[in-house]
C-alpha cells in the first residue's frame, strides 16, 4: 500500500509540473457568472495584487508568508471573538478577542456543517462531495480522503514550505488519507475524533450520565463485542513517506479521560515544538494546530470559566492556549511575516443544550444542519502591514476559498489542479483590499450529499425535500430573519426562478466534471505498532468485507 | 386640578426637607438579606466613595456631574453597541459602538419587560407594581403616575439641578402624570407612545400591511367609531407649573407618517437646544432624552442599512443621532464632568420578527415576556475619569438602581423617600471601583402585576402558575441556558426552596409596605389648546365613567 502511494504522490508531482499558468482553474457555473460580470475589474485589480504580494516578498528576503491555521472543532458564531458574548455564555475568550482586533473579522464566513467536510474543502478548494466525502465515522470505515485528491499542504510544499500537521485530522482511517501522505512532512494526530472514544470512558459515564462503559451495565444480553468500540487506534505520529506510529497506548490499555486530557495537551505542546522548529528554518512554513478542545464532555475537576461546563470551560482552556501559541510565534519573531488564521469548523451540537452552554444563540440550528448555525462561524485572519487590523469584512467566504487564496499568497496558484472543479475562490482581493472586495455572493450548502440550501447575497433557499414543488421552498433574507423562521412569499415568488437557475448551474458543472471517488482501503494500514485488539478490530470488521 | 398639583407637590417638597439623612431608605427583604452579609465593608468602601465624589466635584466647582440619560426603545440585548451583532443584523450602530468603549458596559441589566413599566422602575426607583403602574396604552386610559410619586426629577430639581426631558414619556394621560409635573423645568413628549397612532395611518397601511387605515375597509357594520382611536392628542410641551401646548396639529388634521417623522426629528432637535441651553447655564443639568425611533412600521424612502427594515434602519438613524448628541455635549465643553448613559428600555417586539429583523436573536423572548429577550438590554454608561473605559460588568443590575445610583452621584441620597419601598439599589461602588462590586445579586421580573420569575445569580427560576406545585417551576442556568428551553432537575431541586424562600420575602416587604395607587384623572386635563375632536373623544371615553 505505501507503495501505491508512493506511486500516486509522483504522479501528482508530475501533474503539478504540467500545470500550466494559463491553463484556467475550472470553477463552478455561478462563479463564471460573476467572472463575466467583473473580469476586467478583477484582472486589473489582480495585477495591483501581484505588485503587492511581490513588495511583501521584497520586504521578507523573497519568501512568501508563513501560514499558521488554528481550526477549532465545533464553535457556533459568536461564541470567540468578541466580549459581548463571552458575557452572555459565561466564558472569556481574551487572547482570540484580541487577536481578533489585530487583523480582519470575516463575518460571514461559510463552513461546511460537520467536521470532516469542512476540514476536506479547506484542505482541497473543493466542496467534499466533489472528492467522495461526506462525513467520517468514529468506528472503523476503511475510507478516507483518496490520494488522488490534491491538497494545499501538498501544493505549499511543492513550493517549498516546510509542512506540519498538529492535532485532529478526521480524514480517515486508510493510509492514504493519513495527513503525511497528504503533503505534511510531519503529523500528530488521532486517527479518529478522540473524544467520541472519550466518551466510551467510566469519568464519561458519571459526568451527567452522557458516556457509556460496560461497567455501568449488565450487557446481559450483549452478543456483538464491536458494537461499541473496543481497540479503536488512538493518537499516532508519522513522517511523510514512513509510517505511522501509535504514541500513547499499551496493549491492552483501557482510554481514559485523562488520556484525553493529556493528548490535548502532548498536541498543544507539539504546535509549540513545532512552530519553534519551523521558524527556525530558512523554509517558509505552513503550519496546521487543529485542537481537539472544546471537545470534551466530562467537567474539570475545578473550573476556570464563570459557566463552568465541560464544553464552555474547555474553549476557555483553549483561547489561553492559543494566546501562548500567538506568543510562542512572537517569541521566534516571525509574527510578521506569518499569516495566521483562526476559525471553528461548523456549528456546535446544541442538541445537548442545556448541559453545558451548547446552545443555538444567535443562529438557529448547529452541527449536521444546513441552516445559519450549522455553517456560520467565527473566523479572524492576521497579516501584519498587508490585512488593516480591526477591519471586518461582511462579504461572503466559504472555507474553500482558503485554499485558493493561500495558494495565491505562496505564489503557487500555478499549482491547483486545472482537471477538477475548484469551488474556491481567490479571497486575496478581500484580505489585501478590505470589505466589499469578495469574489463570490454564493453558497452551496450540502448536509453530507444533499443539497439542503443555496446562499445568494442577502437571500437563502432552502430547497425543497425530493418530490416536493419549487414552490414550497422557503427563502429567508439573513439580515431580517437570520434564524430562518418566517419565510416570505415576498421574497420567495421573485427569487424561486433564480435559485432554481443556481441550482442547474451548479448540476451541470457536476454533469461535465463528475464527483471523484473517496479513497477505500484496509483500515490501519501504515501503522507499525498496531496493538492486538487493534488487530482484532480490524479483523471483525474485515469480515464482514 | 393644577392647583391640586402644585398642593401635592408642595407636600413632596415639605417631605423631602424632613428626611434625615440617618433615616434608613426601606429596602426589599433580600437586600437586607446581603446587607446582613456585607454591611461593614460596604460601609467602608462608601466612605471611600464619598471622597472620590468629594475629589470629583472638586475637580469641578464645587459642582457635582451632569447627567444626560438615553433611554431608547425596544431594542434587545445585542443589537447596538457591538460590531459582531451589526453584521448579523444588516444594521451598523458605530456612535454607539464608540460610545461603550469610552466608559463601561453593563453587560447584565435588566429592565422591565415593557415601556412604561421600565420608565416608571427608573424615574422612582420602585418596581412599577408598587406604584401601582402595570402598562399604559395607546388610547385613553385616565391614569398615569400618581403624583405621590417622587421622580429622580425631582430629587435632583430640589438639589439644584436644571431639568429637562424630551421624546417618549408615556407615563399617562393625566395633568399629575405629565413630566413637567414630576420633577423636570421644560418638556416636550407625545402624550401616547406616538407610532401606535403611526400605525391607523394610510402609509402605514400600504406598508407590508401592518397599519389600519379606514380607507382600506368599508366600515360596512361599524357603530363604534372611537374603537379604532381618534382625534387622540400628539406631541405636547409645557413648563413646570404651567399647561402644556399641544404643537404640531391643526383642528381636523389626520396625522401621518410624515408627521410621525417630522416628531421624531422635531424631538432630535430639541434634544440638541435643550442640551446647549442647559449646558450654558450655572446650575448642574438633568436630561432625559428618549427617543421614538427606532420604532416604526414603515420602510423607508431609500434605506439607509444593509438590512433595509423598517426597524432596523431606524435605529441605524437614530445612532447618527445619538453620535450628533454626543458630538454636541463634546462642543458644550462639559462631556467631562457629565454622566452619559445609553440603554433600552425592554427587548423588541419579535412576534412581528420577518418583516424588519424584529428577531429574538441572542435571548429567547421580548417584549412583555419575562424571558431574557424580555428584560437584558444593552446599557453603556460614561463618565470620564471616574469609570473606567472601555470596562464591562457582568453584576446584575436593575433599571431602578439607576434612581438610587443617580441620586448618590448627585449628592440627593438623604432626598430619596423613607416612606416607602425602595428597589433601587446604590451602584456607585460598581460604577466607581467596577465589576464584581454590585450590590445586588437578584431581580423580581413581573409581567405587568404578575411576578413570573426571580432571577439569582447565574439561576433563574419561572415561578409555577397559580395552582401549580413548586416542584414544577423550572430553573435555568442563564449561562449555560441562555434562551431559558431546557430547565435541569439538577437545578430545581436544590435551589427550589431558597427561591421559593425569595418569594415570601419579597411578599412579606409587600405586606408590610403596601402597594401605592396609580394616579387617576381626567384624560386631557391640562392642555390649553385641546383640538374639538380630542375634546369629543374625551367626552365619548367619559361616557362611560
Request: proline share 5%; net charge negative.
Amino acid at each position: 500500500m505505501r507503495f501505491i502511494l508512493k506511486q500516486a504522490s509522483a504522479l501528482v508531482l508530475m501533474a503539478g509540473a504540467s500545470y500550466a499558468q494559463e491553463a484556467p482553474i475550472i470553477h463552478d457555473g455561478e462563479f463564471e457568472f460573476l467572472r463575466a460580470q467583473f473580469a476586467e475589474q478583477w484582472d486589473a485589480q489582480d495585477a495591483e495584487i501581484e505588485v503587492k504580494l511581490a513588495e511583501i516578498r521584497d520586504a521578507n528576503e523573497g519568501q512568501p508568508p508563513n501560514i499558521l491555521y488554528i481550526l477549532i472543532d465545533d464553535v457556533s458564531f459568536g461564541q470567540m471573538g468578541n466580549r459581548t458574548m463571552n458575557y452572555v455564555t459565561g466564558f472569556d475568550t481574551p487572547n482570540i478577542n484580541d487577536f481578533a482586533t489585530e487583523g480582519m473579522s470575516l463575518m460571514r464566513m461559510y463552513t461546511e456543517p460537520s467536521c470532516t467536510p469542512t476540514r476536506t474543502a479547506m484542505l482541497t478548494g473543493r466542496h467534499p462531495v466533489r472528492a467522495g466525502v461526506e462525513e467520517v465515522k468514529v468506528a472503523l470505515v476503511g475510507e478516507g480522503l483518496a490520494a488522488e485528491e490534491v491538497t494545499i499542504a501538498e501544493i505549499l510544499k511543492e513550493k517549498g514550505y516546510n509542512t506540519v500537521h498538529v492535532g485532529k485530522w478526521h480524514q480517515g482511517d486508510i493510509e492514504q488519507a493519513y495527513p503525511h501522505n497528504q503533503g505534511f512532512d510531519w503529523a500528530a494526530f488521532p486517527l479518529h475524533q478522540q473524544v467520541q472514544l472519550s466518551l466510551m470512558t467510566r469519568d464519561a459515564m458519571v459526568a451527567n450520565m452522557l458516556g457509556f462503559h460496560s461497567s455501568g451495565q449488565s450487557n446481559q444480553f450483549q452478543l456483538d463485542e464491536r458494537f461499541k468500540p473496543y481497540g479503536l487506534v488512538t493518537g499516532v505520529e508519522g513522517e511523510a513517506g514512513g509510517l505511522a506510529r501509535e504514541v500513547d497506548m499499551a496493549p491492552g490499555e483501557e482510554w481514559t479521560q485523562a488520556k484525553y486530557e493529556e493528548m490535548n495537551l502532548r498536541y498543544q505542546r507539539q504546535a509549540l515544538e513545532q512552530l519553534e522548529r519551523l521558524a527556525s528554518q530558512d523554509e517558509p512554513f505552513f503550519m496546521q494546530y487543529w485542537p481537539l478542545y472544546p471537545l470534551n464532555f466530562v467537567y474539570p475537576e475545578q473550573a476556570v470559566s464563570r459557566n463552568g461546563g465541560f464544553h464552555a470551560d474547555k474553549l476557555q482552556v483553549l483561547d489561553g492556549w492559543i494566546g501562548d501559541v500567538l506568543a510562542k510565534l512572537d517569541e521566534t519573531g516571525k509574527a510578521d511575516n506569518t499569516v495566521v488564521m483562526i476559525m471553528a469548523d461548523n456549528g456546535l451540537m446544541y442538541h445537548y443544550e442545556g448541559t453545558s452552554g451548547l446552545n443555538q444563540l444567535i443562529y438557529r440550528g448547529g452541527k449536521t444542519q444546513h441552516l445559519e448555525g450549522g455553517v456560520r462561524t467565527d473566523a479572524f485572519i492576521r497579516w501584519p502591514g498587508a490585512i488593516e487590523a480591526g477591519s471586518a469584512a461582511g462579504d461572503i467566504v466559504h472555507v474553500s476559498d482558503l485554499f485558493t487564496t493561500f495558494a495565491r499568497i505562496a505564489g503557487a496558484t500555478d499549482r491547483i489542479p486545472r482537471d477538477r472543479v475548484i469551488d474556491g475562490t481567490d479571497q486575496t482581493a478581500l484580505l489585501l483590499e478590505g470589505e466589499g472586495n469578495s469574489r463570490r455572493d454564493c453558497v452551496y450548502v450540502y448536509e453530507g450529499p444533499v443539497l439542503r440550501s443555496v446562499v445568494k447575497q442577502e437571500f437563502k433557499m432552502h430547497l425543497p425535500a425530493p418530490g416536493q414543488p419549487g414552490a414550497a421552498a422557503p427563502v429567508f433574507n439573513v439580515y431580517r430573519g437570520p434564524r430562518e423562521e418566517h419565510p416570505l412569499v415576498g421574497y420567495s415568488l421573485w427569487s424561486g426562478a433564480s435559485f432554481q437557475d443556481m441550482v442547474k448551474r451548479h448540476q451541470k458543472t457536476i454533469a461535465k466534471h463528475p464527483h471523484l471517488p473517496l479513497g477505500k482501503g484496509v483500515p490501519y494500514e501504515g501503522i507499525e505498532n498496531l496493538r492486538p485488539e487493534s488487530e482484532l478490530t480490524r479483523e471483525v470488521f474485515s469480515s464482514w468485507q
